[in-house]
């Protein structure tokens, strides 16, 4: 049964009629549309576990404030589900709305999962998008700037059609995001049979200081990371410390405009870092610096049509059959230092060690498998070699690497990774969820 209650007092005061912000609690058999739709500045609205319903169109137009946000969450220990029946309708269109937070709430079925439009400072966190007929989490209506937008530490598996986990921003900059964090999600098998793409995270052409952060990913249909270009409207984008693995394209893909650093990309069907001009961008203004990429076969970083500054730093890029870096393009504005591994150089030289051998060089790795692996490095060539100048401050597990000079995504530890284990699910620092301070 729906009951509300006051923080405080009563939800107005007898004293002033000054409303008060509220916590109301409903379960799958109340008006749960009116009791999400009603929520004004700083209430709090507790789902019960259970399956609320859908059947047609549903709109939240809620705006909070900085000081007073909208929070939509799960009773703790208890899982609600919001299930679309068919694939007529988004389960929730979030629109015209701001500083609102979904929180712990299950979504299923539907045409795309959540849809936002007009909307800025939205936090969807530890939530779960899963079976949509479309993609599931999308910022990408024409016209539109979104602005802080928070993705952390959501599951996200099993959509159809284009089936992007995230679709942020628009083809062309005709909307875009900006100062936005996508951060310890979990995103896999976007790669089904009637799939026609399946980026786990696409950013579009145009958005800018976005940061995609320590994400999970594997069995996507196209790049696990699509990346375009900020279009001269911002700072750049950041992609760190990100798992990729079985990617049915590039493992991570970009045009220009980003820092791509301590990131692990494993059996990736085309190259593990592929970069190309796209959607009127340049491939320009990139720094790629320690990562970590192996390669059976074809290329480990392949960079197509360079038109302005490359910085290629500190990787472990292990080609056992194929370009450990191929550069096309204005190939001379490519910058290699430091960097080590297996496979040719094509286009470029120098900044290369081909002495690796990824038997020694690793804990345990595999250039054709998924995890487990240990691509922590071992004393040797990976170790102390790498260039202080242009070195990561942080590795794969967020540890420092001040008095390390080492390449690749981890720094060295002779016990090998003392951090997460290479795997399915979240990243997790220790016991706790790996958010970085998101997940209060």
Not at 61 to 87: C, F, K, M, N, W
Not at 132 to 156: K, M, P
Not at 187 to 198: A, F, N, R, S, Y
Not at 270 to 296: E, F, Y
Request: negative net charge.
């Amino acid at each position: 049964m729906m009951h509300r209650t006051a923080l405080a007092c009563a939800a107005f005061t007898a004293c002033c009629g000054v409303a008060r912000a509220a916590i109301i609690e409903i379960g799958p058999a109340d008006d749960f549309r009116g009791a999400m739709q009603g929520l004004g500045p700083g209430d709090t609205l507790l789902m019960h576990g259970g399956t609320y319903t859908l059947s047609s169109y549903f709109e939240l137009d809620l705006a909070g404030t900085p000081s007073a946000p909208i929070v939509i969450r799960a009773v703790a220990g208890e899982q609600p589900l919001i299930h679309y029946v068919d694939d007529g309708q988004n389960i929730v269109n979030i629109v015209d709305s701001a500083f609102l937070t979904l929180d712990g709430i299950e979504f299923s079925g539907g045409s795309r999962g959540i849809r936002l439009t007009s909307s800025s400072d939205i936090t969807i966190r530890n939530c779960h998008v899963h079976d949509t007929a479309a993609s599931a989490i999308n910022a990408n209506d024409g016209g539109n700037v979104y602005a802080r937008l928070t993705f952390v530490h959501n599951e996200i598996d099993h959509a159809g059609d284009t089936a992007e986990g995230f679709y942020l921003g628009c083809n062309d900059d005709a909307c875009r995001v900006h100062d936005s964090l996508v951060a310890n999600n979990y995103i896999h098998d976007l790669d089904g049979p009637t799939v026609t793409q399946g980026d786990g995270i696409e950013i579009k052409a145009g958005s800018y200081a976005n940061v995609v952060r320590d994400n999970v990913i594997h069995d996507t249909g196209y790049p696990g990371i699509t990346l375009y270009h900020t279009n001269g409207n911002g700072a750049p984008n950041v992609i760190e410390r990100n798992l990729v693995w079985n990617a049915g394209d590039n493992g991570i893909q970009v045009t220009g405009d980003a820092i791509v650093r301590n990131n692990i990309v494993l059996s990736a069907a085309a190259a593990g870092i592929g970069i190309h001009a796209s959607q009127g961008g340049s491939v320009q203004n990139l720094v790629i610096v320690n990562n970590t990429v192996l390669k059976a076969s074809g290329d480990a970083l392949h960079i197509s049509d360079v038109a302005g500054a490359v910085l290629v730093a500190n990787n472990a890029l292990y080609a056992a059959n194929g370009n450990a870096v191929f550069a096309g393009g204005s190939s001379n504005l490519v910058t290699m230092v430091a960097n080590v591994g297996t496979g040719s150089l094509s286009g470029v030289s120098g900044g290369f060690d081909a002495s690796g051998d990824i038997t020694t060089d690793f804990s345990d790795a595999s250039d054709s498998g998924a995890p487990p692996q240990d691509l922590v490095p071992r004393a040797g060539r990976l170790v102390g070699t790498g260039d202080a100048a242009t070195l990561a401050v942080d590795d794969f597990n967020a540890e420092s690497r001040v008095s390390t000079v080492d390449v690749g995504a981890y720094r060295n530890n002779p016990a090998g990774n003392q951090g997460w284990p290479l795997q399915a699910g979240f990243k997790q620092f220790g016991d706790a969820i790996f958010t970085d301070g998101f997940d209060d």
